[in-house]
């Protein structure tokens, strides 16, 4: 089971005080904004909100999966999910207020300082949120957009 071997990867990382984040600015605001119901480890909290570190960094490989993450921090996400053979039912706030490079930023170190991408997966950029602000949606239409990236999920 890959979402638990994910788990067991950032919790032995936040034990072993790992090395520093590649995107430090990422990690900051992603503690001051997200830890607080995603915890500092993204690994997620039990019956409020789901572990950030195991789809991202697979939705970070494709088109598609990076629109989804680029949509669900700028418009938020509610409804019901599965992540890692749980479901959360929870409402994910928005975060269009921040600069598109910041979030960026978060995003990177979410998939690559916790959810540990692979080296070949590229890192986001700012233009991949400018590209989704001329698209606002709500928070049902990501989450049904992310019914539809997860279906093509090998």
Not at 16 to 35: H, I, K, L, V, Y
Request: proline share 5%.
């Amino acid at each position: 089971m890959r979402w638990v071997a994910a788990l067991v990867a950032a919790f032995a990382a936040a034990v072993s005080g790992a090395d520093a984040p590649q995107f430090a600015g990422g990690a900051e605001t992603f503690q001051a904004n997200c830890a607080v119901c995603h915890r500092a480890t993204g690994a997620g909290n039990p019956g409020l909100a789901p572990p950030v570190i195991l789809d991202a960094p697979h939705f970070a490989e494709t088109a598609e999966g990076r629109r989804q993450l680029a949509m669900t921090v700028l418009y938020g996400m509610y409804g019901e999910i599965t992540v890692g053979e749980r479901r959360y039912n929870f409402k994910m706030p928005e975060f269009s207020r921040f600069e598109d490079a910041q979030l960026a930023d978060v995003l990177n170190y979410v998939v690559f300082d916790l959810g540990h991408a692979e080296a070949r997966v590229a890192p986001l950029e700012a233009a991949d949120f400018a590209r989704e602000r001329v698209h606002v949606v709500d928070g049902a239409a990501v989450r049904a957009h992310r019914t539809t990236v997860m279906a093509a999920k090998p």
